[in-house]
C-alpha cells in the first residue's frame, strides 16, 4: 500500500510538474502576443498619423492651388498677363510635384482628385489667358481668374477639400 500510495504521490508531483511547466510556457506566449499586439498598434497608430499628415499636406495644397488664392499670393508688379499665367501654372505644377510623394499614403481615388485639381487649374488659367491680347496686364488676368472663381461650382478645390474631410474622419472615427 505504501507503494501505491507514494507511486501516486510521485505522479502527481510530475502531473503539478508539468501543469506549472504548461503555464509557464502559456505565459511566456501570451507575453509574446500581447508584444506582438502592442507593435502591430503603435504601427497602425504610426500609420494612420501618416496617412492623416498627408491628408493635412493635400489639403493645403488644394487650398493653396485654388485660383483666389494663386491670384491673392501672386505679385502682379508691372508683369505681363503670359508672365502671370507662367508663374501660376509652374506654381502649381511645382506644388504638386512637392506633396506627390503623399499619394503612397492616400487611396487612388484621393489622389486622382488632387491630380485633377491640378490639371483643371492649369486648364483654367491657361484658357483664361488665352483670349486676352499680348500686351495685357496681369491685373487684366487677375480680374478674369476672380470672375471665374467666384462663379458657383467653378472650381474643384471645395470637392476635393470635402473628400480630403471625408478620408480624415473615417481614419480618427
Not at 481615388?109 to 491640378?118: C, D, G, H, P, S
Given at each position: ?6 507511486f ?12 506549472i ?21 503603435e504601427l497602425?497608430?504610426?500609420?494612420t498619423?501618416?496617412k492623416l ?10 487650398e493653396?492651388?485654388?485660383l483666389?488664392n494663386l ?6 508688379n ?11 501654372v ?32 492649369i ?11 499680348p ?12 470672375e471665374?472663381?467666384?462663379q458657383e461650382?467653378?472650381q474643384?478645390?471645395?470637392i476635393?477639400?470635402?473628400?480630403l ?5 473615417k481614419?480618427?472615427?
Amino acid at each position: 500500500m505504501y507503494l501505491l500510495q507514494s507511486f501516486f504521490d510521485s505522479y502527481n508531483l510530475i502531473g503539478f510538474v508539468i501543469m506549472i511547466f504548461i503555464q509557464i510556457l502559456l505565459f511566456i506566449e501570451i507575453r509574446k502576443l500581447k508584444e506582438k499586439i502592442s507593435e502591430k498598434m503603435e504601427l497602425n497608430d504610426e500609420g494612420t498619423r501618416l496617412k492623416l499628415q498627408a491628408l493635412e499636406r493635400l489639403t493645403l495644397f488644394a487650398e493653396r492651388a485654388s485660383l483666389q488664392n494663386l491670384v491673392n499670393r501672386s505679385s502682379i508688379n508691372n508683369m505681363s498677363a503670359s508672365a502671370l499665367q507662367q508663374s501660376l501654372v509652374e506654381t502649381i505644377k511645382s506644388e504638386h510635384e512637392y506633396n506627390a510623394s503623399q499619394q503612397i499614403y492616400v487611396n487612388p481615388e484621393i489622389w486622382n482628385a488632387v491630380t485633377r485639381l491640378k490639371d483643371q487649374n492649369i486648364y483654367i488659367i491657361n484658357q483664361l489667358s488665352a483670349p486676352l491680347p499680348p500686351n495685357a496686364t496681369a491685373l487684366d488676368l487677375c480680374k478674369r481668374l476672380v470672375e471665374y472663381s467666384i462663379q458657383e461650382n467653378a472650381q474643384l478645390t471645395n470637392i476635393v477639400i470635402d473628400a480630403l474631410r471625408f478620408e480624415a474622419n473615417k481614419l480618427t472615427d
